[in-house]
């Protein structure tokens, strides 16, 4: 998993690439615990290079809420591919979190 990490208006914009599976999320977690530390809690989460996400990688995507939520922050997710995309709806996050089609929406809705 490659974690790439920009800034739109003043959000952090993490853009993921691989699988976000039970060997990549702890990952996603240790990198927005580390950015929550900053006070950097307002992120969008770029899936548009994710082709898979696991029970894992969705555990990882909630804990991250939770940390960003207790801050006062919140996650907004982009880009998700269909099969990414149905797995949120099967699972009822996409109720959860803010689903974009591009990570500047996304950045923007803050």
Do not use: C
């Amino acid at each position: 998993m490659k974690i790439g990490q920009e800034m739109i208006n003043n959000v952090t914009v993490l853009s993921l690439e691989g699988r976000l599976d039970a060997s990549s999320a702890k990952d996603i977690k240790e990198k927005v615990d580390s950015l929550s530390t900053e006070s950097r809690v307002n992120l969008v989460i770029d899936m548009a290079g994710v082709d898979f996400i696991d029970s894992s990688g969705l555990g990882s995507l909630v804990s991250s809420l939770r940390t960003v939520n207790k801050q006062g922050g919140d996650i907004k997710i982009s880009a998700l591919q269909a099969q990414v995309r149905s797995v949120f709806e099967l699972t009822r996050l996409h109720r959860i979190f803010g689903i974009y089609d591009d990570k500047t929406a996304a950045a923007m809705s803050f």
